[in-house]
Each structure stands twice: as C-alpha cells, then as structure tokens.
C-alpha cells in the first residue's frame, strides 16, 4: 500500500514536470521573434547637429560641406548574412583602442559585418572590399544581442538601399594594429546613416541606424510620407550626435523637420519606371538625384 502511494506521487510529479514544460514551451512560440534591425537599432540621442539635410546631399557625386563627404556608392543589395567584425577593450576613437577576442568579456564595443549581396550599383564606384558581389556593412552590435540571434532572424533583414563608402578611405588616422587595418580593408561604413530597408516585400521601410524623428525627415516626399522608419518610443531627441557612421563634423546647419530639397537646379530627368512599393518609390527618388549629379551608373534610367 505504501509503495502504491509512493508510484502515484511519482505519477503525479511527472504529469505536473511534462503539463509545465508544455506550457513554457507554448510561451515561447507565442514570443514574437526580433527582427534582424530592431536588434541592431540602438535609441541613442544627443544635440548635435546634422551633417546633411537631405539624401541629395550624401548622393554619390553630391558638392560637399565643410569636412562633411557625401557617400562613394549607392547600392541596392539583399542582405544574407552577419560576422563577427572586430572587438575594442575601449572605444575605436581612443588614441590607441586595443583589438580583443571578439567575444572577450573585454570587449566595450563590438562592430558586427553584415553582409549585404550586391544586387545593383545605382551610382558611385564601390571601394575596397567589395569582393564576389558582397560588401560587408560595419554596424556597431548593440549590448544584449547576440551574433546567433541575428543569425536565427536572418530571414527578416529584407533588401534595400546604402548609401556607403570604404572604411579605410573614411579612417581618419592610420589604424593602430595591423588586424584593425586589414579589418578598415575589408569593410563599408554606412554614410549617413544611410541604410533603408524593405523587410518585406512591399512593406513599409525602416531606417535602423538613426532615429525616428531623422527618418522621417529623410523618407519624407514633398510632405507625403513614402514609408515608415523603424519605431523608436523611448526617443526623445531629434537631432542625435554625430558618430562615426556618418562622417567628420562639420558647420553645416541643422535641418530639423525641414521638407528634403532638391540640390540640383532645373528641370528633374523623367524616369522611365518608379513602381508603386515603397522600396520602388525610394529607389526613383534616388535614382533621380544621381541623374542629377551625373554619378548614376545606368544612364539609360535617367
């Protein structure tokens, strides 16, 4: 009789550990799954002033301001993949940061290489690094993420436009190791924060390396909004600090909640075809500015 009592507690032990594991794993299905850029977008703000006004003004070929260069290369890409990139026991912008073992517990900063698959040059030359149709993107990987949750989300990156230029062509000082120079070789930094991506097809974009207020600011269309950037609710600040994504800082004045300009005079070049998506509609738009400023790779668009 005792032993009868013992099997059924046992039983019912069992039950309760299979009932409750069930339900963990049930709440785990139900989690929705980060996308790949909300894990890379960070809410940082400052008070710093723009360097740029408008995606006319870091179009490939654009005049430039101050110290402040618009991107070398504009391209429509696919992005396929994330790598570790390199690691710093302090910040990159010390006299002499020092290179660590990516994922050392030293490591204050961490810039992950997300590979993007080259599906067209739209304007400007694409510099070193540009290898087998790919440029790897430094982006700085946020605190708390992981390089295997990117991977494990890697089928929501979507495709889009980048504005970028070689990291090595933008360093301002030579690198102070030899592995953080191969590394400036073997990357493209995104200028101006200029990274606009479709998630899905026809989806509305998102712009993940700056803020909501700037964004909007940029997709903005003569006052109609093209598409909507990634959301931001704890942002508070409209005008974030310049960092090294975009480029060295420069007088030029701030611009916030402006309508873009156009930097060209005359009449626009007609194009032959801008669609109806949001990527599309963005695509005519810049496609028009590097018409404008003769760096469009394919004239026959213009």
């Excluded at 940082?44 to 260069?69: E, H, K, V």
């Excluded at 990156?157 to 000082?173: P, T």
């Excluded at 611009?255 to 873009?260: I, L």
């Amino acid at each position: 009789m005792r032993n009868l009592k013992l099997l059924t507690t046992v039983a019912a032990v069992a039950v309760a550990s299979t009932a409750g594991c069930a339900a963990q794993q049930s709440a785990a299905q139900r989690q929705p799954e980060r996308s790949f850029w909300s894990q890379l977008h960070t809410d940082a703000g400052g008070t710093g002033q723009y360097l740029f006004d408008s995606l006319d003004d870091i179009t490939p070929g654009a005049r430039p301001s101050g110290t402040f260069r618009p991107a070398a290369a504009l391209v429509e890409g696919t992005v396929v993949g994330v790598e570790p990139g390199i690691a710093y026991a302090s910040g990159d912008d010390s006299p002499t940061p020092r290179v660590v073992p990516y994922e050392s517990a030293e490591a204050a900063i961490r810039w992950a290489s997300v590979v993007v698959k080259v599906d067209k040059v739209l304007a400007g030359k694409l510099g070193r690094g540009y290898t087998g149709g790919q440029i790897r993107l430094r982006v700085e990987q946020p605190t708390g993420t992981t390089l295997d949750g990117l991977r494990q989300s890697i089928g929501t990156a979507g495709r889009g436009l980048f504005y970028v230029d070689s990291a090595l062509s933008r360093a301002k000082r030579r690198a102070a190791s030899p592995q953080a120079q191969a590394y400036q070789a073997s990357v493209h930094i995104p200028i101006g924060q200029g990274v606009f991506i479709e998630e899905k097809p026809g989806a509305a974009l998102v712009a993940p390396l700056t803020d909501e207020n700037r964004a909007a600011q940029l997709l903005g269309d003569g006052g109609e909004q093209t598409a909507q950037p990634t959301p931001t609710p704890t942002s508070t600040s409209p005008q974030p600090t310049p960092t090294s994504t975009g480029a060295s800082p420069s007088g030029r004045p701030s611009s916030t909640g402006a309508t873009p300009r156009s930097t060209a005079t005359g009449a626009a070049p007609q194009l032959r075809s801008a669609g109806d998506s949001p990527l599309a509609r963005l695509r005519g738009r810049v496609q028009r500015s590097a018409c404008e400023t003769g760096t469009a790779t394919d004239r026959s668009a213009c």
